[in-house]
Nanobody
């Protein structure tokens, strides 16, 4: 099965930057897509950015132009670069793996996903 481990979170001042990492290992049947999600306390987990089956970037409206997704294919590591951080960015961040639908990453919350343990980001 797929295993994901996030890291890189922490406490930063407003206006600072962080680069989150997600190490991916294992495998599942079918074509897989990988992405990043954010969750505020007491709220539903929301999608931020993802890579489709061709490695192309997809961004949700929640990304707001301040996050960039990338992947080091030699290390099977997924990254999320976050710049100009604001207090509103304080949340738990998760990476996820799922079967691609028609080669794209679906944000549908009903889909079955493999999740990492999450990494906390705190901006003050």
């Amino acid at each position: 099965h797929v295993q994901l481990v996030e890291s890189g979170g922490g406490s930063v001042q407003a206006g600072g930057s962080l680069r989150l990492s997600c190490e991916v290992s294992g495998s599942i049947d079918g074509t897989n897509c990988i992405g990043w999600f954010r969750q505020y306390p007491g709220k539903e987990r929301e999608g931020l950015a993802a890579l489709d089956s061709d490695g192309r970037m997809q961004y949700s409206n929640s990304a707001k132009g301040r996050s960039t997704i990338s992947r080091d294919y030699t290390k099977t590591t997924l990254y999320l670069q976050m710049d100009s951080l604001k207090p509103e960015d304080t949340a738990m961040y998760y990476c996820a793996a799922q079967l691609c639908t028609l080669g794209t990453f679906s944000w549908d919350s009903s889909l079955d996903r493999y999740w990492g343990q999450g990494t906390q980001v705190t901006v003050s």
